[in-house]
């Protein structure tokens, strides 16, 4: 699709051969309090998410596409609408570049504008809306500086927990931003 490529990365759907990388992604756990996820995810579950995939987002209210750069074609991040409301034209949005190498790059904020045209033009989506934890100042950067608004802030919304010898419990606000198409 066109509408989907930009000058250094396009966004593409979800391949079988992705497997390993969303394994990858899905059980690191620096990266889990941003799914809420605590449990890792075997391989069978990824290829299976995967064959299902190509399901319409007005039937499971979720589209998953890879961020790959324009250049090479490798995959550098992923990009998530979520809790799509077909009634209130309303989606979340996620982002996530793997490599904190490819971070900083313009990856992301081409990314978000991609999906941002896309959500208007394809889906006819209002508004997307993204949480962002307080102190994770890159993706505030990021949202920010395309556009997105603080609504709001979820005080102590977030359970962080670290294991190991010295098990540690925190909570972290989260941030509300939306943006109106």
């Known amino acids: 699709m066109v509408s989907l490529k930009g000058n250094i990365v396009f966004l ?3 391949e079988p051969e992705d497997l390993v990388t969303i394994h990858r992604i899905e059980n690191d756990e620096r990266l889990w309090h941003v799914s809420e996820t605590i449990t890792p995810f ?3 579950v990824i290829k299976e998410y995967l064959a299902n995939a ?3 987002i007005y039937e499971v ?3 998953r596409l890879a961020i790959c750069e324009v250049t090479s074609g ?3 991040g992923l990009i998530d609408l ?3 409301d077909p009634h209130n034209l309303r989606a979340g949005l996620g982002i996530l570049i793997e490599e904190e190498d490819n971070r900083g790059k313009g990856f ?3 990314a978000l504008q991609l999906i941002l045209a896309y959500c208007r033009s394809h889906l006819k989506i209002h508004q997307v809306y993204a949480n962002i934890l307080e102190d994770n100042t890159s993706s505030i950067k990021l949202f920010t500086g395309i556009g997105f608004t603080e609504i709001g802030v979820k005080k102590e919304w977030r359970r962080l927990t670290r294991g190991g010898d010295s ?3 925190s909570f972290k606000n989260e941030i509300l931003f939306q943006y109106i198409i």
Request: aromatic letters at 16%; a neutral charge; glycine letters at 4%.
């Open 12 to 14: 593409r759907a979800l």
């Open 42 to 44: 075997s391989l069978y």
């Open 54 to 56: 190509h399901r319409d």
């Open 61 to 63: 209210k979720q589209l």
């Open 74 to 76: 490798d995959l550098v």
């Open 82 to 84: 979520f809790d799509f």
């Open 108 to 110: 992301g904020k081409e």
């Open 167 to 169: 098990f540690r419990e």
